[in-house]
């Protein structure tokens, strides 16, 4: 496989939807997959944090809803540690707020953080309103995988289990990871 899967038919698969990028504690350095695969897909698009080094739920979540509330597309959210957490909150809100319409069509959750270590279990206690695909690993310092697997029954997602990957970011030197984006596009075939 190359090391991206930036065919016609992937851009095609992807071109019908905007997705945006939500990055974990620290933002995403260089080297993480997130920030290669706005590099392989220069339409992905990052939601930027005002602090990177401050895990406010709340505040992270808002600023979240600012970014979707710019483009009506329908949005895929590839998210990462933190910032998975911050896409479940937003989530909840839209759903409140609008019943059962959110511009959010799926999900791709990365490692996320444990919410009991970040003591955020019951503002992310929801389940989610559109398809969505948890990726824990066995050795992730931040949420077990078993912990992974509960928080995805809990969300109504999938889980898959990448094995021993570390917190799955650039330390675990996944290069491109061509496995998540397969899982990413395997995502986006069961909206289409």
Excluded at 121 to 135: E, Y
Aim: proline share 7%; charged share 15%.
């Amino acid at each position: 496989m190359n090391s991206s899967l930036q065919t016609a038919g992937t851009r095609s698969q992807l071109s019908d939807y905007r997705v945006l990028v939500a990055p974990g504690l620290h933002g995403s350095g260089p080297e993480h997959w997130q920030s290669r695969w706005q590099r392989l897909y220069p339409a992905f698009e990052r939601v930027e944090q005002p602090d990177w080094s401050q895990p406010d739920l709340p505040r992270w979540s808002q600023r979240l809803g600012q970014v979707l509330a710019e483009d009506g597309r329908p949005t895929v959210i590839v998210a990462h540690s933190f910032g998975c957490l911050a896409t479940v909150h937003r989530a909840a809100a839209l759903q409140a707020a609008a019943g059962s319409a959110v511009p959010i069509v799926a999900a791709l959750l990365v490692a996320p953080a444990d919410p009991v270590k970040f003591s955020v279990s019951a503002a992310v206690r929801h389940r989610l309103p559109f398809a969505a695909l948890v990726i824990g690993s066995d050795d992730d310092p931040w949420m077990s995988a078993p912990r992974a697997r509960h928080w995805a029954e809990a969300w109504g997602a999938g889980f898959h289990n990448a094995g021993a990957q570390g917190h799955i970011n650039a330390d675990s030197g996944l290069g491109d990871w061509t496995t998540g984006q397969q899982w990413l596009l395997e995502l986006v075939d069961t909206i289409a």
